[in-house]
């Protein structure tokens, strides 16, 4: 069973950057697939962010593409987000994702991040 | 860029209702699509992939259907455990990208 687990600071000060790891158990990264981030601030929609395969090769949301460093750790099974120059419009729950490039099938349970001073 | 159009945002329905939620695209798309279910405080769940298949596991009473421009995802007979909030999603291909749709919370009327 593929297992997906996000961590990370809960709380972040404006403009600095946001930093979350995404950990994968039951299935390695290296053998294929997407990995993807989702965001959903309280109360609202769902957000994609950006996705990223085993190579290091990335697509990102327009929208954020100019604050957003996807990367893959492929050693230690797992990928990373960076979020740079937030605001209190990134808080947020963050989840992590495989990506089938179709959709999203597996996702972990989300960890809620708090831009604030 | 693609824009998704789901409605209606909120429905208020009973238990043994039928139910369809429906997604438009701005422009054709292929069957990328993708139905989720989201209960509070939870991560979402996949329910239906490639516009009409059932994920393992979920009851036959969600089904999903549509191409082109037009999909819905239909539950046949509302039980107590499918209140929740509903999104769809498209996935283009070129350019790469992602879009949700704004969901439907289906509550209990």
């Known amino acids: 069973q593929v297992q997906l687990q996000e961590s990370g600071p809960g709380l972040v000060k404006p403009s600095e950057t946001l930093s979350l790891t995404c950990a994968v158990s039951g299935y390695s990264i290296s053998s294929g697939y997407y990995w993807g981030w989702i965001r959903q601030p309280p109360g609202k929609g769902l957000e994609w962010i950006g996705s990223i395969y085993h190579s290091g090769s990335t697509y990102y949301n327009p929208s954020l593409k100019s604050r957003v460093t996807i990367s893959v750790d492929t050693s230690k099974n797992q990928f990373s987000l960076k979020l740079s120059s937030v605001t209190a419009a990134d808080t947020a729950v963050y989840y992590c994702?495989?990506?089938?490039?179709?959709?999203?099938?597996?996702w972990g349970q989300g960890t809620l991040v708090t831009v604030s001073s | 860029d693609i824009q998704m159009t789901q409605s209606p945002s909120s429905l208020s329905a009973s238990v043994g209702d039928r139910v369809t939620i429906t997604c438009r695209a701005s422009?054709?798309?292929?069957?990328?699509l993708g139905w989720y279910q989201q209960k509070p405080g939870k991560a979402p769940k996949r329910l239906i992939y490639?516009?009409?298949s059932l994920q393992s596991g979920v009851p036959s009473r969600f089904s999903g259907s549509g191409s082109g421009t037009e999909f819905t995802l239909t539950i046949s007979s509302l039980q107590p455990e499918d209140f929740a909030t509903y999104y769809c999603l498209q996935h283009n291909s070129y350019p790469p990208m992602y879009t949700f749709g704004q969901g439907t919370k289906l509550e209990i009327k």
């Open positions: 994702a495989r990506d089938l490039m179709e959709t999203f099938d597996y």
């Open positions: 422009q054709g798309i292929r069957n990328d």
């Open positions: 490639a516009a009409s």
